[in-house]
């Protein structure tokens, strides 16, 4: 009998005061990974990171021992805009992203694919692929996760088959891959907390080649109903997903040892107090540390 491994848990958390400050975070939730965004997610471009500051992120990030596995990228970012001039600039800030996840020495970077607007979403997802293509290659170390959608305002990816499309169109390099969104499947129609739908979406995942291809999850409860297409997070367990569905994503082989992050609200002076509740009720659904299959 295999040792069952467990996977890490964390959490999304500020880089308010600099980017160092952020392991320090992850290490008062009780994280193990976290997840940051590295400059304002509402800008296109923000303040230069520079070297000191990179090593500072570095050292906190060895003294504390909390791995940073991601960074998100900026919300701003659309690479199946219609607009010429949006893909640009949205190109231009997705390089500023890896640079500084190279220079930060984090391994993944967290992108909603985007929206086609009112273009049919064969076009869209063309846009997404030519944009990938004509960036190239990432900076050694650095992976490109497509992000799954809820599908709100027409995005691209809120199924297996759309981020398959989106892969291979791009010609499925090496250094683009998949995180899943637990809230982002549940709004788009994936019955995740009942048994059958389960079974069902890794039938698809299967179908499509998505599992293999996974190295990352969100883990977040929704506010709104199963299909709403309405991507609104929450806290685990006190949504509409249920928490088999947590125990399900958690235990199951195919993404054993995949870093996990929550990306459920915050509300001011209890932003620890709510991420330390939501990983605890996470744990609480883990066999014990050690325990053999």
């Given at each position: 009998?295999?040792?069952?491994?467990?996977?890490?848990?964390?959490?999304?958390?500020?880089v308010?005061g600099?980017?160092?400050?952020?392991?320090d975070?992850?290490?008062?939730?009780?994280?193990d990974?976290?997840?940051?965004?590295?400059?304002p997610?509402?800008?296109?471009?923000?303040k230069a990171?520079?070297?000191a500051d990179?090593?500072?992120?570095?050292?906190?990030?060895?003294?504390?021992?909390i791995?940073?596995?991601a960074?998100?990228c900026?919300?701003?970012?659309?690479?199946?805009?219609?607009k010429?001039?949006?893909?640009?600039?949205?190109?231009y800030?997705?390089?500023?992203?890896?640079?500084?996840?190279?220079?930060l020495?984090?391994?993944?970077?967290?992108?909603?694919p985007g929206s086609c607007?009112?273009?049919?979403?064969?076009?869209?997802?063309?846009?997404?692929?030519?944009?990938l293509?004509?960036?190239?290659?990432f900076p050694?170390?650095?992976?490109l996760?497509l992000e799954n959608?809820?599908?709100?305002?027409?995005s691209l990816?809120?199924?297996?088959?759309?981020?398959?499309?989106l892969?291979?169109?791009?010609?499925?390099?090496p250094?683009?891959?998949?995180?899943l969104?637990?809230?982002?499947?549940?709004e788009?129609?994936?019955?995740?907390g009942?048994g059958?739908?389960?079974?069902g979406?890794?039938?698809?995942m299967?179908?499509?080649?998505?599992?293999?291809?996974v190295r990352?999850?969100?883990?977040?409860?929704?506010?709104?109903?199963r299909?709403?297409?309405?991507d609104r997070?929450?806290?685990?367990?006190?949504?509409?997903?249920?928490?088999?569905?947590?125990?399900r994503?958690?235990t199951?082989e195919a993404f054993?040892g995949?870093?996990?992050?929550?990306?459920?609200?915050k509300?001011?002076?209890?932003d620890f107090?709510?991420?330390?509740?939501?990983?605890?009720?996470?744990?609480?659904?883990?066999?014990?540390?050690?325990?053999?299959e």
């Open positions: 009998m295999s040792r069952l491994i467990l996977p890490p848990l964390g959490a999304h958390v500020s308010a600099g980017v160092a400050a952020a392991p975070r992850g290490r008062r939730i009780g994280a990974v976290i997840q940051i965004f590295s400059k997610q509402t800008r296109w471009m923000g990171l520079e070297e990179a090593a500072a992120f570095r050292d906190a990030s060895a003294r504390t021992g791995r940073t596995v960074i998100h900026a919300y701003l970012i659309n690479l199946g805009s219609s010429e001039a949006v893909r640009t600039r949205s190109l800030a997705l390089e500023d992203e890896a640079a500084r996840a190279a220079m020495g984090v391994p993944y970077l967290v992108l909603h607007g009112e273009d049919p979403e064969e076009e869209g997802i063309a846009r997404i692929a030519s944009a293509r004509s960036f190239g290659r050694e170390g650095v992976t996760l959608t809820a599908g709100q305002g027409n990816g809120r199924t297996m088959e759309q981020i398959r499309r892969v291979d169109a791009a010609g499925g390099p250094d683009v891959a998949v995180c969104d637990s809230a982002h499947l549940f788009a129609g994936y019955d995740i009942s059958a739908g389960w079974d979406l890794l039938a698809e299967e179908t499509y080649a998505v599992l293999t291809l990352m999850w969100h883990l977040n409860d929704s506010k709104t109903e299909g709403s297409r309405v997070h929450f806290h685990i367990g006190r949504g509409k997903i249920g928490l088999d569905a947590f125990r994503i958690l199951h054993r995949l870093p996990m992050v929550l990306e459920t609200p509300d001011g002076a209890d107090e709510m991420d330390i509740g939501n990983l605890a009720t996470l744990r609480g659904l883990l066999p014990r540390r050690g325990k053999e």
